[in-house]
């Protein structure tokens, strides 16, 4: 017979706001029709009345009527740490959230991953058993306490948006959705200084980041020089045939005729802003420290090697390592760091720009694609960097996260136009040949196709105490004496002859 802990605990969620149905035995479905506790909560004594001494597991409707998302993880290995609710599945967990506000409806599968269970869904709860009748789901964390938020990277990865992303102009869409309002705007009948007044806005208040206001207002005029009033149909079906990319980009007028803008660095002649970038050495070449250094520098908007450097946020994704070593190396750099001058001030402003992932402490691959396809590991970053929005993303080494034939360049190529996707820098920590060593030629040391070095538009090579900058597309290549001290890498100091004889040092 049924035990009354069974209809105990289905009341305890029914206390707790949840609208509750019985599901039978050895499956997932409830034995009544139940659409109606899809919208509408049942009353305590229905609920008597279908678990007191009778044979059923507990099933909880999600959805808006229990105000109530369920994220249900069925992938081996996968888990996360959030205090909320959770149950302990056959194959998983269900993590229960709270249902956003201003969402209407929310029900999605997660490629890779599992299920968004919201309206028109149900769960099983404890003490119920699974479907094999020998083990029951089971509370880790107990139902009672606070529900979390329901995370925004698990909405972007059901393909859907919240109430607040619902009119974001993302970047990449921000020139065609300006264009697309002007022209609206333009056959409403309005003049190029009117329509620059609603497009700055518009790019103020939607658009992510907002455009350089000199590019809206050459929308605006760009746009201005059509006819006013409602479009004619025109015969000329050159126009009707053309993609529409060709009524967004700017005229070369407008480019002499405006200031072009300077180049947008993050690292003052060294890494620009919204660019693949790659670092490559030999193995214990001291690469990783230098990627310390770069993180703890952008983070406190510290110099670099003497550079300057814009305040930024940092997502380091590193495999090699697992988080004790890396948080030994990241505190030695910042004590390095104190000890040349940058305040505890800058460090603690520091904390909050830098987000470090130690693959090592994980279960999942890390990598970003599977036969070409995107994996959940992939997926999973996208949401984190579109929610977080760093500015500089680190893969450190590139080869466990690029996930196929370093040689073929079809590979190569796939994969850089994968990484496009996170619309933010890059910067691939890679590996050199066994070659390097032997014959010196910074050309042929990166490791496989020779995309890797194309596709960068910064390349640096450290090694032998020097970091070169053998390709950079926004100035003339140079390079960078070092010496390693006190943990750090810093510049070396330059000697030069004295016109009378002898040597000095020069900072």
């Not at 009948?189 to 206001?213: F, K, T, V, Y």
Request: proline residues 7%.
């Amino acid at each position: 017979m049924q035990t009354t802990n069974v209809l105990d605990q289905a009341l305890m969620y029914f206390a707790l706001g949840w609208s509750i149905v019985p599901v039978a035995m050895g499956t997932k479905k409830p034995p009544i029709p139940w659409e109606r506790y899809q919208h509408e909560m049942p009353t305590e004594a229905k609920i008597v009345e279908w678990f007191r001494n009778k044979e059923s597991n507990i099933g909880i409707v999600t959805g808006a009527v229990s105000r109530l998302v369920v994220l249900d993880v069925d992938v081996p290995g996968v888990s996360y740490n959030i205090d909320t609710p959770t149950v302990q599945t056959s194959r998983g967990y269900h993590y229960y959230f709270a249902y956003p506000p201003g969402a209407t409806r929310i029900n999605a599968v997660i490629q890779g991953l599992g299920e968004l269970k919201g309206d028109g869904g149900l769960v099983i709860a404890p003490p119920s058993l699974h479907e094999g009748g020998r083990h029951r789901y089971t509370w880790i964390v107990p139902a009672g306490r606070p529900l979390a938020q329901l995370p925004e990277r698990f909405l972007r990865l059901a393909g859907k948006k919240s109430a607040a992303e619902a009119d974001l102009i993302c970047e990449g869409e921000r020139n065609a959705t300006l264009a697309r309002k002007a022209g609206t705007l333009r056959r409403a009948g309005m003049d190029e200084e009117d329509i620059a007044a609603c497009l700055r806005a518009i790019n103020l208040e939607q658009c992510s980041p907002p455009l350089d206001e000199r590019e809206v207002d050459s929308i605006a005029r760009s746009i201005s020089r059509y006819p006013s009033g409602p479009r004619e149909p025109e015969p000329d079906v050159r126009e009707e045939a053309a993609p529409s990319l060709f009524g967004v980009a700017p005229g070369i007028a407008d480019w002499l005729n405006t200031p072009a803008p300077d180049p947008d660095w993050l690292v003052d002649g060294m890494l620009h802003r919204h660019t693949t970038n790659m670092l490559d050495g030999l193995g214990g070449s001291g690469k990783s420290v230098l990627v310390n250094q770069l993180t703890l520098s952008l983070a406190t908007g510290t110099p670099f090697l003497g550079l300057p450097t814009r305040e930024s946020k940092v997502l380091v994704l590193n495999v090699e390592d697992p988080s004790n070593e890396n948080h030994r190396r990241v505190r030695a750099v910042a004590n390095a760091y104190r000890y040349d001058g940058v305040s505890e001030e800058k460090l603690r402003t520091g904390e909050d720009n830098v987000t470090f992932v130690s693959f090592q402490d994980l279960t999942v691959s890390p990598a970003l694609r599977d036969k070409g396809n995107p994996t959940q590991t992939f997926e999973e970053i996208c949401a984190f960097v579109n929610a977080w929005k760093p500015d500089l993303v680190v893969l450190d080494p590139l080869v466990y996260f690029y996930g196929g034939d370093e040689n073929s360049t079809a590979e190569a190529i796939t994969f850089f136009t994968l990484l496009r996707q996170l619309r933010t820098t890059v910067l691939l920590v890679h590996h050199q040949n066994k070659d390097a060593q032997k014959t010196g030629s910074i050309k042929t040391a990166a490791r496989g196709s020779i995309v890797f070095i194309d596709q960068a538009r910064t390349r640096m090579v450290l090694g032998d105490n020097q970091l070169q900058i053998a390709k950079i597309n926004y100035r003339a290549p140079y390079t960078l004496n070092l010496t390693f001290k006190s943990g750090i890498w810093s510049l070396a100091k330059r000697t030069a002859q004295r016109s009378g004889g002898g040597e000095r040092d020069d900072d």
